[in-house]
C-alpha cells in the first residue's frame, strides 16, 4: 500500500512539474533599474576571466 501511494505522489508531482514553464519566445523584461541598453551591452561582452 505505502508503494501504490508513493507512486501515486511521483506521478502527480511529475504531472505539475510537466504542466510549468512558458510557450514560445521567452521575453526578457525591463531591467528594475538601471539604463536597458547597458544590460544589453554587459550581457553581450565576453567576461576575460571566463578562460582562466
Known amino acids: 500500500m505505502k508503494r501504490l ?3 501515486i505522489l511521483i506521478l ?3 504531472a505539475s512539474l510537466a ?3 512558458l510557450r ?3 521575453e526578457r523584461p525591463e531591467p528594475m533599474w538601471g539604463h536597458p ?3 544589453e ?3 553581450d ?3 576575460d ?3 582562466r
Do not use: E
Open 37 to 39: 541598453q547597458d544590460a
Open 24 to 26: 514560445g519566445d521567452l
Open 19 to 21: 504542466a510549468c514553464g
Open 12 to 14: 502527480l508531482g511529475t
Open 49 to 51: 576571466s571566463a578562460g
Open 5 to 7: 501511494y508513493s507512486l
Open 41 to 43: 551591452t554587459a550581457a
Open 45 to 47: 561582452t565576453p567576461d
